[in-house]
């Protein structure tokens, strides 16, 4: 694993600044006069009382819509503001003590850049000739990454933020790129870079295969996520079990992203049947191995649900009050106390970070699991419940 040893103590809140700061969807869009991705400065302290340690950006660079659709890597949106903003929302956070990730949209871009518009050769093309996209989207277009070209443009892309500060890059839809890609372009980025960190999304797949092919130092545990809300939704302890089992063996080569939830996925408050049994997922997050995420408004017990239609993402992606002393519509303390107490006990066994997992009891109503390294170890139990018995959690040391 070539992960710096800093991500070793990393939990990272995931924010989108497109929507968080109703930048998008916005009728009129903002001006890059409003900064208004300087009102994620104010959201700083939040991120430390909440007792995470770095903050995983969303899209910010120049798009025609939602970010994923890029017309300018080297430029920030001016809907958000300038790059004057994000150097003053980088320090920010580093003054902090937080770590800052962005997110790079390097399969794709949007069908508005000037790449596209003068038919330029660095875009792929299907067996017709005819531009290829991302998963049939006619405003993404896919990039060439056999062409050294666009290799030597993610290079000094990556290296150009990273150079103004940041730490290390979110990949966007890392696996519908070619493994050697990341392969060749990811090592000349840390020779200049060393303590760069890398972030693939992967969807599905032998992730510990993935990982050598590509060198990404972690990669989205979505197996996981799953089953962790299918799980409980289903009373099944024994899908989860089978899920840890697997996660314990993506450990060999590399530690995964865990979550349970993100800008992509209905929040995990309105995917629960039972809101009772929130606990339990955030009791595996912060206690299994991994880099975990809390999406922001998740903390809060924020509900949305995301639909398969264009806007479907709206919901999952609302503005944050810009004065974070006013809670989000819908705000759960006893949501937001929980997180700070299991973020606790995450900063308090951070070797929980690259632990061994076994699953040393299930059956129809309860799961135990062993989290454990270099003799420390943590005994977790889950019970499911029964209908006349709610569900509970419990952690032996």
Known sequence: MSEPAWVHHAIWWHVYPLGSTGAYPA??????????????????????????????????FASSTHGYDTVDHLRVDPRLGDSDDLDLLVAEAHDRGLRVVLDGVFHHVGSEHPWVRSGSAW??????????????????????????????????????????????????????????????????????????WFLG???????????RATTIDSLTQYELWKAVWSSLNDRNPHELAHALRRHDGFTDAEVPATFVGNHDVTRLASRLDDRRTLPLALAVLF?????????????????????????????????????????????????????????????????????????????????????HHEGRALLVTLDYGDGSRPPNWWFEE
Do not use: C
């Open 287 to 371: 206690t299994v191995a991994g880099t975990p995420t809390v999406y922001a408004g998740d903390e809060f017990g924020l509900t949305g649900i995301k639909e398969d239609r264009e806007g479907g993402d709206d919901a999952v992606r609302p503005e944050l009050p810009a004065d974070p002393a006013e809670l989000p519509d819908g705000a759960d303390l006893d949501v937001l106390h929980l997180h700070r107490e299991l973020i606790g006990v995450r900063r308090r066994h951070d070797w929980l970070h690259a632990a061994r997992l076994e699953v040393v009891h299930v059956d129809h109503e309860r799961i135990t699991w062993r989290s």
């Open 201 to 211: 999304e992967v969807i599905h797949g032998d992730q510990a295969a993935i990982a």
């Open 27 to 60: 009728s009129p869009p903002p001006g890059p006069e409003e900064h208004r991705l300087r009102r994620l400065v104010g959201w700083l302290d939040h991120v430390q009382r909440l007792g995470t340690n770095g903050v995983l950006l969303g899209p910010v």
């Open 123 to 196: 875009l792929r093309r299907d067996r017709r000739g005819d531009l290829a996209t991302f998963e049939g989207h006619p405003g993404l277009i896919a990039l060439d990454h056999a062409r050294p070209e666009v290799r030597d443009h993610v290079v000094e892309v990556m290296a150009h933020w990273l150079g103004r500060g940041v730490d290390g890059w979110r990949l966007d839809a890392a696996y519908a790129v070619p493994a050697e890609f990341w392969a060749e372009v990811l090592p000349r980025v840390r020779e200049r870079f060393g303590e760069a």
